[in-house]
């Protein structure tokens, strides 16, 4: 068996907290395999505009972390790659990683975009939430790395009809490579950080909302890129029917969170990131009016509370306390918020220009798949599962856990546990403990 000291370790997940994992196991001189299924790392964090309390531009503090993960001479990138197989154990672990064929030469990509021009194929992008069209070959997002091309097989003419080719004669860097094949890597690492993240809970089937019925009733997170300046309305706060801009917005929490027909569990974030979103468009409008509607109000973290009041005394946020029993819409596509007040026990229904959803944080998709490939366990809500007494730790030695995959959690938390997992994980290979 290889010596712990020369073996890497195996980071699986692309988003903040597999990246900040990776810089601190970089740093300690320590090699890393980071694993990201998407064309690019960055996961949510790169879909958002601003990040609470601070307000902070999201992909001003995320894009450095990208570059130096990128550039990291210790930190191995696969991404566009999912983990195939995993045996072994602590400090041996022997991992199958398939990496999808872009349809690229990533050598010679510069990422120019002159492809994508020319492409007449438009499908829903997937990274703007389909509130916009990308084409068949693409770039994941704007400061995406690597910044290389990727080709969708699924909607490329030429491999839907056999016809087109045009992205391959405007190359002039001869990077389209349509006979790539899917490829094994096989690996060898002392230990595992799982940083996969969450998805989002789709509110569909809450039929009283309206969600996808009324155009004017978004998510969360198609609100974040519906005010984000690199998104699809660049930045401008238009209502998806009519693109006129939306001057009286409601933000309804607890969707499908605390909900005993869903999830039964709090997502922690929602009530700070209606806040936020509710300050953010009182910044890029003034004559915006906000309405929070909330069951209680669970302001956490250091400064939450503080954020919160703020948001009330600064920006006119009314928070009303109360649930909203059902969304109608009138003639114009307005959105009719129907609720109760608890505070003083009123039916009420006001008229909105825009309704926005707090949907709840769920398990990444395909996580069932990866924990028994891990051969580690899931919790009774599909989260990956932690020892009570480590709680970095999966029911395997050797595999650890951090983020949002482990449980709904904020930035900085997942940050927090990214360098934790990064440091025990470090004392496997380091050889302080077996």
């Given at each position: 068996?290889?010596?712990k000291?020369?073996?890497?370790?195996l980071?699986i997940?692309?988003?903040i907290?597999?990246?900040?994992?990776?810089?601190?196991?970089?740093?300690?001189?320590?090699?890393?395999?980071?694993?990201?299924e998407?064309?690019?790392?960055?996961?949510?964090m790169?879909?958002?505009?601003?990040?609470?309390?601070?307000?902070?531009c999201?992909?001003?503090i995320?894009?450095?972390?990208?570059?130096e993960?990128?550039?990291?001479?210790?930190?191995t990138l696969?991404?566009?790659s999912?983990?195939?197989?995993v045996?072994g154990?602590?400090?041996d672990?022997?991992?199958?990683?398939?990496?999808?064929?872009?349809?690229?030469?990533?050598?010679?990509?510069?990422?120019?975009?002159?492809c994508?021009a020319?492409?007449?194929?438009?499908?829903?992008d997937?990274?703007?939430?389909?509130?916009?069209r990308r084409?068949?070959?693409y770039?994941?997002f704007?400061?995406?790395?690597?910044m290389?091309?990727?080709?969708?097989?699924?909607h490329c003419?030429?491999?839907?009809?056999?016809?087109?080719?045009?992205?391959?004669?405007?190359?002039?860097?001869?990077?389209?490579?349509?006979?790539q094949?899917d490829?094994e890597?096989?690996?060898?690492?002392?230990?595992?950080?799982?940083?996969?993240?969450?998805?989002?809970?789709?509110?569909?089937n809450?039929?009283?909302?309206?969600?996808?019925?009324?155009?004017?009733?978004?998510?969360?997170?198609?609100?974040?890129?519906l005010?984000?300046?690199?998104?699809p309305?660049?930045g401008?706060?238009?209502r998806p029917?009519d693109?006129?801009?939306a001057?009286k917005?409601?933000?309804?929490?607890?969707?499908?969170?605390?909900?005993?027909?869903?999830?039964?569990?709090?997502?922690?974030?929602?009530?700070?990131?209606?806040?936020?979103?509710?300050?953010?468009?009182?910044?890029?409008?003034?004559?915006v009016?906000?309405?929070?509607?909330?069951?209680?109000m669970?302001?956490?973290?250091?400064?939450?509370?503080k954020?919160?009041?703020?948001?009330?005394?600064?920006?006119?946020?009314?928070?009303?306390?109360?649930?909203?029993?059902?969304i109608?819409?009138?003639?114009?596509?307005?959105p009719?918020?129907w609720?109760e007040?608890?505070?003083?026990?009123?039916?009420?229904?006001?008229?909105?220009?825009?309704?926005?959803l707090?949907t709840?944080?769920?398990?990444?998709?395909g996580?069932?798949?990866?924990?028994e490939?891990l051969?580690?366990?899931?919790?009774?809500?599909?989260?990956?599962?932690?020892?009570d007494?480590?709680?970095?730790s999966?029911s395997?030695?050797g595999?650890?856990?951090?983020?949002?995959?482990?449980?709904?959690?904020?930035?900085?938390?997942?940050?927090?546990?990214?360098?934790?997992?990064?440091?025990?994980?470090?004392?496997?290979?380091?050889?302080?403990?077996?």
């Amino acid at each position: 068996m290889r010596s712990k000291n020369s073996l890497p370790i195996l980071i699986i997940g692309g988003g903040i907290a597999g990246i900040q994992a990776a810089i601190d196991l970089g740093g300690m001189g320590i090699k890393v395999h980071l694993i990201e299924e998407k064309p690019s790392i960055g996961g949510r964090m790169a879909q958002l505009d601003k990040t609470f309390p601070t307000n902070d531009c999201s992909i001003c503090i995320l894009a450095p972390k990208m570059a130096e993960c990128f550039r990291h001479p210790n930190i191995t990138l696969h991404t566009y790659s999912e983990v195939k197989e995993v045996t072994g154990s602590l400090g041996d672990f022997s991992v199958k990683v398939l990496k999808k064929a872009r349809f690229i030469k990533e050598k010679e990509c510069v990422g120019c975009g002159e492809c994508a021009a020319k492409c007449p194929v438009r499908v829903p992008d997937e990274f703007d939430i389909e509130l916009r069209r990308r084409e068949a070959i693409y770039m994941y997002f704007l400061q995406a790395l690597p910044m290389i091309m990727t080709i969708d097989k699924d909607h490329c003419l030429y491999f839907t009809r056999g016809v087109c080719r045009i992205c391959e004669r405007v190359c002039t860097r001869d990077a389209i490579d349509f006979e790539q094949k899917d490829r094994e890597i096989d690996l060898k690492v002392g230990a595992i950080i799982v940083a996969t993240g969450f998805d989002l809970f789709n509110p569909v089937n809450i039929s009283e909302y309206g969600y996808k019925r009324y155009r004017n009733v978004v998510s969360a997170l198609e609100y974040e890129r519906l005010i984000c300046a690199s998104g699809p309305t660049g930045g401008h706060l238009l209502r998806p029917s009519d693109r006129k801009p939306a001057e009286k917005i409601a933000f309804l929490q607890c969707v499908g969170s605390r909900d005993v027909k869903n999830n039964q569990y709090c997502s922690t974030i929602c009530c700070m990131h209606a806040t936020k979103e509710a300050i953010l468009a009182k910044e890029h409008d003034s004559n915006v009016q906000s309405f929070i509607f909330y069951m209680d109000m669970r302001a956490i973290g250091k400064g939450f509370q503080k954020y919160i009041s703020r948001g009330e005394a600064e920006y006119g946020i009314k928070y009303v306390r109360g649930r909203v029993t059902k969304i109608t819409e009138d003639s114009a596509e307005n959105p009719i918020i129907w609720f109760e007040d608890t505070q003083d026990s009123a039916i009420g229904k006001m008229k909105m220009d825009l309704t926005v959803l707090a949907t709840s944080f769920i398990p990444r998709r395909g996580r069932v798949d990866l924990a028994e490939i891990l051969g580690v366990e899931l919790d009774e809500y599909g989260f990956f599962k932690v020892n009570d007494l480590t709680p970095l730790s999966t029911s395997k030695p050797g595999i650890y856990i951090c983020g949002c995959c482990k449980e709904p959690m904020d930035i900085p938390d997942s940050v927090a546990q990214a360098s934790g997992a990064a440091a025990v994980a470090a004392e496997v290979i380091m050889g302080v403990k077996g």
